[in-house]
Nanobody, 124 residues
């Protein structure tokens, strides 16, 4: 089991930027995939981005392409989500998730371990 701890959320104006961090406690991440999901108020949890630790390959939701960047630091076992040009509709609780697979899943059910979430609020 992987323990994940997110940080970096907060309140930002539309057009601003935030960087979310996810610290992972695992002995080796070489066979893992780590994703970011979000849950807007009153809505279902939705996929944002995912990254394969071994190759750095990524997949993004269409709604964040060109604005968000997912990255990882293998040595520090950290995953980041750089969010630029934020919009009010990006307001949500953001979750980090991990799966012991190299498949770049885009469904919440593809991931077995979850962080507690961090709130991102974008004001208009």
């Amino acid at each position: 089991q992987v323990q994940l701890v997110e940080s970096g959320g907060g309140l930002v104006q539309a057009g601003g930027s935030l960087r979310l961090s996810c610290a992972a406690s695992v002995s080796t991440f070489s066979t893992y995939t780590t994703g970011w999901f979000r849950q807007p108020p009153g809505k279902e949890r939705e996929f944002v981005a995912t990254i394969r630790w071994s190759s750095g390959s990524t997949v993004y939701a269409d709604s964040v392409k060109g604005r968000f960047t997912i990255s990882r630091d293998n040595n520090r076992k950290m995953v980041y989500l750089q969010m630029n040009s934020l919009k009010p509709e990006d307001t949500a609780v953001y979750y980090c998730a991990a799966a012991a697979t190299v498949r770049l899943g885009v469904m919440a059910g593809d991931y077995s371990d979850w962080g507690q979430g961090t709130q991102v609020t974008v004001s208009s």
